[in-house]
Nanobody, 121 residues
Framework: QAQLEESGGGLVQPGGSLRLSCAAS????????MAWHRQAPGKARELVAR???????QYADSVKGRFTISRDNARNIVYLQMNSLKPEDTGVYYC???????????????WGQGTQVTVSS
């Protein structure tokens, strides 16, 4: 019943900005980490940014200084603000989160369906 729903992807020119959102919904007891991964055509999926339940943040080196991850714990939403976008940022962006669905102490990973981000002139 628990699921992640992404929004905000689209087409943008190099140097532009996009804001991705991912909302956890359904039946669950709590949210642990929340993260964004991406996969470019012909490439392996990679971690873009991750934020823990305590607010600890990790970024891929390629996006440091350009992307910002944040979360709204009251609404169970994670955001990815992407600025100064480059063509190499193109790919399908997937939301990932640890949701406690069996009890308040048991977490499992959930994945969104992915949203396309295309950076092109």
């Amino acid at each position: 019943q628990a699921q992640l729903e992404e929004s905000g992807g689209g087409l943008v020119q190099p140097g532009g900005s996009l804001r991705l959102s991912c909302a956890a919904s359904g039946s669950f007891f709590g949210v642990d980490h929340m993260a964004w991964h991406r996969q470019a055509p012909g490439k392996a999926r990679e971690l873009v940014a991750r934020i823990s339940s305590g607010g600890t943040i990790q970024y891929a080196d390629s996006v440091k200084g350009r992307f910002t991850i944040s979360r709204d714990n009251a609404r169970n939403i994670v955001y990815l603000q992407m600025n100064s976008l480059k063509p190499e940022d193109t790919g399908v962006y997937y939301c990932n989160a640890g949701l406690a669905i069996l009890s308040s102490a048991f977490f499992r990973d959930f994945w969104g369906q992915g949203t396309q981000v295309t950076v092109s002139s």
